[in-house]
């Protein structure tokens, strides 16, 4: 009977157990791999598509209507150009005028960053923050 700790079949032995450990790493790192992939696609795919919406929203002229009467509204208080918003607010708003602002806000394909609505009675405020 051969002896099982001979030097050849320790070799061996610790040659396979590596090859077996290398391999199943390989295939961890591969899964992980694909999965970054499929969410970076999907990512790439998500910003084209939100990309074209916005878009075609800049140019539709409702949208253009829209911000113009926002940005001339008789109770805008304060138009503030940032980096990459515009910054709205509206004081002493009637309880219609305020509902129509909201309306527009929300009913409009705007990105909105901030948004403080206060209502105190018949008047009320709005303070809105969109990206241009």
Known sequence: MKNPFD?????????LFAIILTGGW???QHSVLSEAAAQRDASIQT?????TLKG???D???IQQKRAYLMTHPALVRQEQRQK?????YANLS????????????????????LALARNGDTGTISVEIER
Do not use: C, Q, Y
């Open 95 to 114: 309880k219609n005028e305020f509902d129509r602002i909201v309306g527009t806000l929300m009913n409009a394909p705007f990105v909105i960053t901030k």
């Open 85 to 89: 918003t515009l910054l709205l607010e």
């Open 26 to 28: 390989a295939l961890h």
């Open 47 to 51: 910003f084209e598509r939100l990309s």
């Open 60 to 62: 539709s002229p409702d």
């Open 7 to 15: 030097p050849s079949t320790v070799v061996v032995g610790v040659s």
């Open 56 to 58: 075609r929203w800049g």
